[in-house]
Nanobody, 125 residues
């Protein structure tokens, strides 16, 4: 069974940067679209970004466009989320998730079957 482990979270000042990693084990990520989600206290979980199984398609929430970049290295079985120009509103637990795709090189913010444990990102001065 596919397992996902996030890392790279921490405390950063507004305007700073973090790079989150999502490392997979148990199966190759080659057939999975990967999404990054976040959940702040008292709020619903929201989609942040996703990347298709072959990397040909990416999507971003409007709130992070121009600041966050998603990428994947299937050889290392890892997906990354580079977060720049961080704002206090970005504070949340960030999760990566995997969606099995047979042939479609596309992604969205629904239908994910496998989830990591989350990593805390805190943006504060």
């Amino acid at each position: 069974q596919l397992q996902l482990v996030e890392s790279g979270g921490g405390l950063v000042q507004p305007g700073g940067s973090l790079r989150l990693s999502c490392a997979a084990s148990g199966s190759t990520l080659n057939y999975y679209a990967i999404g990054w989600f976040r959940q702040a206290p008292g709020k619903e979980r929201e989609g942040v970004s996703c990347i298709s199984r072959r990397g040909g398609s990416t999507k971003y929430a409007d709130s992070v466009k121009g600041r966050f970049t998603i990428s994947r290295d299937n050889n290392k079985n890892t997906v990354f989320l580079q977060m720049n120009s961080l704002k206090p509103e970005d504070t949340a637990v960030y999760y990566c998730a995997a969606d099995f795709k047979i042939d479609q090189d596309m992604c969205g913010f629904s239908g994910y079957d496998y989830w990591g444990q989350g990593t805390q990102v805190t943006v504060s001065s």
